[in-house]
């Protein structure tokens, strides 16, 4: 071939490859499933935002800024011929529509979908058969998950698109979130319609079981075949496992590349990514929990204190420790979704695409107390074409441990990430410990972008932006969203969401910053540790962020996969579960059978005979003591028994009542010659009254030692 039909070539090649290319749902489709769209920032350029049904009364930080009135608040209401309408989002295109969640007690009115200024809805449709059910399209894209429900097909607009809901006064409570695109004036976008869906059908099938199918491929793997073997030694020392130049090690199908290639671009290797990464951590310790569970401590916290370090070009831009980055949380919860994974077996796999220009190196950094054992099963590098929209995978690592909560008040914006720079946020995986049964995650999101002072996205709760709803503590996966850990009982204890943006991505020019309120509705403290996922290029930075040595402090701190229960309660203290039921805090202003201190209880419910709870009492002075409590009758409490050493304190206390109410002090005339320090007492369900229902309920207002003078 000569040099001038090379040369005629590139430049037809060129020509074709610089047109505008016609966003719709076709190429929207091939998008959501091109891993390596997601490396190169957005062409035709777009913004994405966020409409939602946040509330309105937050107008900033020092007015209302935690309001958490989140349901039916709308753009406006309007009247459409003889039907009132409720606005949910009015937006100029060329645009699309990315994302939609919505979230109700019932599903009873329709949702209608304006383009381009038409006066007649393209789409009609009841809102629960359109987000989450079949009226579009099936799962993936389109199902409930844990009671959220979430509709990822992307609906494409050329210049304006309207959504409306009516009959509202019947709908009642209506929570959404609709992630949609605003492209730049000159991007030609296909308005999507009911016919184009029709005739993608084959296509739309193709596109789900790829999504469903996400490192299918790797499960061939044995657990057994050892790409490399690797004892990590304790202390802090960096240990590369896998290293590339691109240049110096360009292999042979390589050279004969270079060869077909003209003079000037001879000697020039453009690229290369990492495209997967599978390990496998193995400890070799394992044992029972409290509640019999087969749990290997050492790898629990073998996967917080082992850090994974990637360097791209000579710069650090992964540091994640080994379960935050495979979006396992604490310890080995199997779940996938498109970019990771985690088996049963306890392979970790990433099918994030990593590019770079010349140098890759893969390090393992155990910060731990013991040496680590990593199996790499698989690290596939790859070519890839870097250009001037090619930009770097990052992934980054915070933690926070007993942060203060207020008690429905709200308290603080926790900080994801901040960025300087120009990128594209693509994900998240947060891990929280809750050390009260009640709900952690009424909190909003609050994304700004490119020097917002509003946030662009405010959201309408935590589990509302992970997809689900209702704060749900069940298991669940999809492509998209996913919650591999509740630890319960209720919402109590580890817990692990997870985000990753497909077509939902958040391109940004200057600057970027995620917030997440912490909001939950008892004063205790909790735990929040979270990975971010961007790209971005060269000079883009992560700033106002925890510094190395304090991140070095949290990985080195103990983690636990079952949580240990710190509760302090009116004179007494819990630091273990019941041997069955749950516990929670119960607000008791609304009976009106009484007076309980503080207006509220400590709530024992679903349990049964023989189960025991144990509190915890402190005395401060040697002497004599006598147990008081103050419990709560009701017509399905049982009949309990104190113990205090091995010893019963007192007769059985039946605790039936017809009625809710206070029992007031019940003295247990038992005098105890007690030194200082801190001591057990057991509650013990042993029955109940023939009258009460069969729930063995316990209600505890106080619980103190009193010493006898």
Known sequence: ?????????????????LQAQTVSLSSLLDEMVDRDSVTRFPDPAFVCVQASSYDRAAKSPAENWFANGDTSQFFREETNGNRKEWVLMDADGPGAIVRFWITAPHYKTKFRVYFDNNSTPAIEAN?????????????????????????????????????????????????????????????????????????????????????????????????????????????????????????????????RLLRTLS????????????????????????NKTDNSETVNTKLVQALRSTVLSIKFDGKETVWVPLGDFFGDGVGINPYKSWYSRVEKDGRLISLWQMPFQ???????INYGTENVKITLISLETDQYDWNERSMYFHADWRQQRQIETLAGKGTIDWNYVKLNGKGVFVGDVLSVVNRDSAWWGEGDEKIYVDGESFPSHFGTGTEDYYG?????????????????????????????????????????????RFDMEIWHWKKTKIDY?????????????????????????????????????FL?????????????????????????????????????????????????????????????????????YGIVQFHFGNKKIGQPVDLYNSEVIPTGELELPVVIELKAGRYPVVVEIIGKNDNAEPKYMVGIDRLMLVPIK
């Open 568 to 636: 302090d309660f009116q004179g007494f203290r819990i630091e273990k579960l019941p041997t069955g039921g749950t516990l929670q805090l119960q607000g008791m202003e609304h009976f009106k059978g009484g007076k309980w201190d503080n207006n509220d209880q400590l709530w024992w419910t679903g349990a049964k005979t023989g189960d025991k709870l144990e509190l915890l009492l402190d005395v401060e002075k040697d002497g004599n003591y006598k147990l008081v409590a103050e419990l709560t009758k009701a017509k399905d």
């Open 263 to 286: 003079a000037t671009a001879k000697n020039k290797v453009n690229g290369g990514v990492l495209r997967q990464i599978v390990f496998k951590v193995d400890t070799g310790d394992t």
């Open 127 to 255: 809102i629960g058969d359109l987000i989450g059910g079949e009226f579009l399209v099936g799962a993936p894209f389109s199902e409930e998950t844990a009671r959220g429900r979430n509709l990822y097909l992307p609906i494409p607009y050329a210049k304006h698109c309207k959504i409306t809901v009516d009959d509202m006064p019947t709908q009642g409570n209506l929570y959404y979130q609709i992630n949609y695109r605003n492209y730049t004036k000159e991007a030609s976008v296909e308005t999507f319609s009911l016919e184009n869906l029709k005739s993608l059908k084959d296509k739309i099938e193709t596109v789900k079981q790829t999504l469903l199918s996400s490192g299918n491929e790797l499960i061939g793997l044995s657990p057994a075949t050892s790409y490399s073997e690797f004892i990590v030694p304790k202390g802090g020392t960096p240990l590369t496992i896998a290293g590339k130049n691109i240049v110096s090690d360009a292999n042979r199908r390589n050279r």
């Open 358 to 364: 010349k140098t890759m190196d893969v390090s393992l």
């Open 468 to 512: 689900y709803a209702w704060c749900t503590p069940k298991f669940f996966e999809s492509p998209f969203h996913f919650q591999p850990r509740a630890e319960g009982p209720k919402n109590y204890g580890n817990t692990t969401n997870g985000r990753v943006r497909l077509l939902d991505t958040i391109p940004f020019a200057t600057d970027f």
């Open 529 to 565: 540790s979270v990975v971010t996922f961007w790209y971005g290029f060269e000079s883009t930075t992560v700033t106002d962020f925890q510094s190395r040595p304090v991140q070095i402090a949290e990985v080195q701190a103990p983690v636990a996969y079952q949580t240990p229960v």
């Open 1 to 17: 071939m000569t040099k001038k039909l090379l040369l005629i070539l590139f430049v037809l090649f060129s020509a074709v490859s």
